[in-house]
């Protein structure tokens, strides 16, 4: 399974070691207010893991836990999948972090990883992200990886924004640079 080093993260695969951590973020009803709307019971934290290590052995690809590089500390979790659980979707890119992460750039520094890494090994023709029309931070991270606002639709029976990057758009973006240039340091 892959494993993808920033200049300030490890994102690993999230597994059942992750557990405590994860279901205290996802367990934050400020953090879920855009996700499920909802705290995570400890059964649904349960639930996500075993999809998630389920779709790592079938695709090669799902969430990671993002863990700080100086302190060992699980700040987040984020994806490549397919939009909307669907195989046949596109590859979609997504992202939590806990409250006393927010603002620090962690969004983006692992977005700008996952998303590169998917352009380069997966390869598809594009990237999505949605995100509830409400939430500006995650619009934002969207913007800064060069994504393009697409549309409203309708995805996780939220309606969501959808923002698109073509692998062309990537290819020529100062986000794909940063990620080269991170990814040889």
């Known amino acids: 399974m892959t494993i993808l080093v920033t200049p300030r993260l490890r994102l ?3 597994d059942d070691s992750h557990f405590d951590a994860l279901h205290r973020l ?3 009803p400020v953090v879920m ?3 499920t709307g909802r705290p995570d ?3 649904d934290t349960q639930s996500m893991i075993d999809r998630v290590k389920a779709r790592w052995a079938e695709f090669g690809y799902s969430w990671w836990a993002f863990i700080r590089r100086d302190n060992d500390d699980l700040i987040g979790t984020g994806c490549i999948q397919h939009l909307n659980r669907d195989p046949a979707g596109p590859l979609e890119t997504g ?3 806990r409250q006393d992460a927010w603002g620090q750039g962690y969004a983006s520094e692992a977005a700008r990883h996952m998303v590169g890494w998917g352009f380069k090994t997966l390869k598809p023709e594009l990237i999505c992200a949605v995100c509830q029309p409400e939430n500006t931070p995650s619009s ?3 913007e800064k990886l060069g994504m393009h606002f697409v549309g409203l639709g309708r995805w996780y029976d939220m309606d969501c924004k959808r923002y698109d990057i073509r692998a062309g758009q990537w290819a020529a973006s100062p986000t794909k640079a940063r990620f080269d240039a991170e990814a040889e340091a």
Do not use: A, K
Request: aromatic fraction near 12%.
């Open 12 to 14: 690993v695969p999230l």
């Open 41 to 43: 019971t400890p059964e």
């Open 26 to 28: 996802n367990s934050d």
């Open 140 to 142: 934002t991270v969207m």
């Open 33 to 35: 207010r855009y996700i």
């Open 95 to 97: 992202w939590r972090l």
